[in-house]
């Protein structure tokens, strides 16, 4: 079993940036793909961007340019620093781990709330 806790969201104003963190209990955390999803009201949750254990990385075309996912393996932790937020932004965001060996599993975090807004 993986926990992940998500921390950083609140509110912020269009053009400006918000950083999230993930930190995960995995023991062995460099297997794991972590990825960043949100999920607005009425909406499905959507990928973000994710990043593989040696770094190659893969954002939604919606966030290219403006979102950077990373990850420190020694500290178990993965981070999501938004740039240039605009009101679409707005969601509740989850950090994933993804364990794409057998048997493979999917774990998410509780959630945390960013909201673009003047």
């Known amino acids: 079993q993986v926990q992940l806790v998500e921390s950083g969201g609140g509110l912020v104003q269009p053009g400006g940036s918000l950083s999230l963190s993930c930190a995960a209990s995995a023991s062995i955390f460099s297997i794991y793909v972590m990825g960043w999803y949100r999920q607005a009201p009425g909406k499905q949750r959507e990928l973000v961007a994710a990043i593989a254990s040696a770094g190659s990385t893969n954002y939604a075309d919606s966030v290219k340019g403006r979102f950077t996912i990373s990850r420190d393996n020694a500290k178990k932790m993965v981070y999501l620093q938004m740039n240039s937020l605009k009101p679409e932004d707005t969601a509740v965001y989850y950090c994933?781990?993804?364990?794409?060996?057998?048997?493979?599993?999917?774990?998410w975090g509780q959630g945390t709330q960013v909201t673009v807004s003047s």
């Open positions: 994933n781990a993804h364990k794409p060996v057998v048997p493979i599993r999917d774990y």
